[in-house]
């Protein structure tokens, strides 16, 4: 299957600091990525849906100010977490589809990134 | 909000079939069954997708009844590595916005 990679696979960084984590889609074009948190022992959760060359669609309760996503090419999007506080350690997730309307969309999930916040 | 519900944990022996049922009451005509695995601290991965009737492919079987409002996972012969959490989704798959709002999921715990 197609390979989605992330960037780094984990951090520490101090209350404060802004942190960029990175998806990569290895061999495919992305023509969608969605970024998920997911804190211990709970499901996942979506913030954004990220399409190339458009600003991100946020869901309700995320701040779009604070998890700043761009998606500047087909295989790249970033997610910059600003200003980072320890309520944002968490395990963060991209995903990634590609394909024309019609085709199977499958999800392809990245190892995620793993943010601590002193 | 999550469209599907699932029970929140399962226990099996090695080498016994497991069933999950997920339950999805408000499918959408357009919409598709797909199944996920996750193991701590990866993340998820493919393992099957079905609209109706019955998929089959080498890790597992997919049913899905007529009225395709629950869907069941089958995992013949699991073994310890089959301990993970299992997600069922449900979506659009001809809309590449699809967007997947994960359920609780079913911790499955694989015992010797």
């Known amino acids: 299957g197609a390979v989605v990679s992330q960037h780094p696979s984990w951090v520490i960084c101090k209350s404060g600091t802004s942190v960029k984590i990175e998806c990569r889609s290895l061999?495919?074009?992305?023509?969608?990525m969605f970024w998920y948190r997911q804190f211990p022992k709970q499901s996942l959760m979506l913030m954004a849906t990220?399409?190339?060359?458009?600003?991100?669609?946020?869901e309700q309760g995320v701040e779009k100010d604070k998890f700043l996503i761009n998606h500047a090419s087909l295989t790249l999007s970033t997610l910059t977490v600003t200003s980072a506080h320890p309520e944002d350690s968490s395990f963060y997730i991209c995903?990634?589809?590609?394909?024309?309307?019609?085709?199977?969309?499958?999800?392809?999930f990245g190892p995620g990134t793993r943010l601590t916040v002193l | 909000l999550a469209k599907t519900t699932q029970p929140i944990s399962m226990d099996s022996y090695e080498g016994q079939e497991v069933n999950i049922t997920c339950s999805h009451n408000?499918?959408?005509?357009?919409?598709?069954i797909t199944w996920y695995q996750q193991f701590p601290s990866q993340g998820p991965r493919f393992i099957i997708q079905?609209?109706?009737t019955k998929v089959t492919n080498e890790v597992a079987s997919l049913f899905i009844p007529a009225d395709r409002k629950s869907s069941t996972l089958s995992l013949p012969r699991v073994s310890l590595s089959d301990t993970a959490v299992y997600y069922c989704?449900?979506?659009?798959?001809?809309?590449?916005?699809?967007?997947?709002?994960f359920g609780s999921g079913t911790k499955l715990n694989v015992k010797p």
């Open positions: 995903s990634a589809t590609g394909g024309a309307i019609g085709i199977f969309n499958e999800q392809f």
């Open positions: 061999d495919f074009q992305a023509t969608t």
């Open positions: 990220s399409n190339e060359g458009s600003k991100a669609t946020y």
């Open positions: 408000n499918i959408a005509t357009n919409d598709y």
């Open positions: 079905g609209y109706k």
């Open positions: 989704l449900v979506g659009d798959r001809a809309d590449h916005f699809n967007k997947f709002y």
